[in-house]
């Protein structure tokens, strides 16, 4: 299958400050990519939508102001938090879509704000 | 929107078969998923049914009814290593919303 990597694994943060997590579609074109977020014991809920050269739709609920994302290449879609806060700890996922509608994720960006 | 059931926990014995049912109610539908996800990692894929029938893929199989609205995810000679969560979900439009998921445990 299609391989999308994340970058980084694992980060620590203080609170305030801002993380940004970069997510790549290694062998093949995302026009499309996907970014959750998982609590533990939860299911993956959808945070937004990003189109390559677009600004990206957000779930209901999300602060775009908050978790900003950009989508510059059909390969690469970043994730900012920014003023991050200890709620905002958790398992950040991004999935990309190929042409034929398969979704691939990422393996996960774990999130610590302290 | 979308309604997607699912059993919130299973066991079955290792080499054993297990069935996971999922049933649905969109208004659209683009095909459906079913991912596997194990404890801190992230889900991987597995199937993806855009036509009704089975399709097979080594010791998983996923068959598709959309008259019915109801998937199931089939897993034969059971392993230790496939205790994880499945999750099914449906594509409506764009994006993909999981379900809850189903936490399988293999005893041996």
């Known amino acids: 299958g299609a391989v999308v990597s994340q970058h980084p694994s694992r980060v620590i943060c203080k609170s305030g400050t801002s993380v940004k997590i970069e997510c790549r579609s290694l062998d093949f074109q995302a026009t499309t990519m996907f970014w959750y977020r998982q609590f533990p014991k939860q299911s993956l809920m959808l945070m937004a939508t990003s189109n390559e050269g677009s600004k990206a739709t957000y779930e209901q609920g999300v602060e775009k102001d908050k978790f900003l994302i950009n989508h510059a290449s059909l390969t690469l879609s970043t994730l900012t938090v920014t003023s991050a806060h200890p709620e905002d700890s958790s398992f950040y996922i991004c999935?990309?879509?190929?042409?034929?509608?398969?979704?691939?994720f990422g393996p996960g960006t774990r999130l610590t704000v302290t | 929107g979308q309604n997607i059931d699912q059993p919130t926990e299973m066991t079955a014995t290792e080499g054993a078969i297990v069935q996971i049912n999922c049933t649905y109610q969109t208004s659209g539908f683009n095909g459906l998923f079913w991912y596997q996800q194990h404890a801190g990692e992230a889900p991987t894929f597995l199937s993806y049914n855009v036509l009704d029938g089975l399709e097979e893929k080594g010791r998983f199989s996923s068959f598709l009814s959309r008259s019915k609205g109801y998937s199931y995810l089939l897993l034969k000679e059971l392993q230790m290593k496939d205790s994880a969560s499945y999750l099914c979900a449906v594509v409506e439009y764009t994006p993909l919303v999981f379900g809850k998921g189903t936490r399988l445990s293999v005893i041996a």
């Open positions: 999935s990309a879509r190929t042409t034929n509608r398969e979704q691939y």
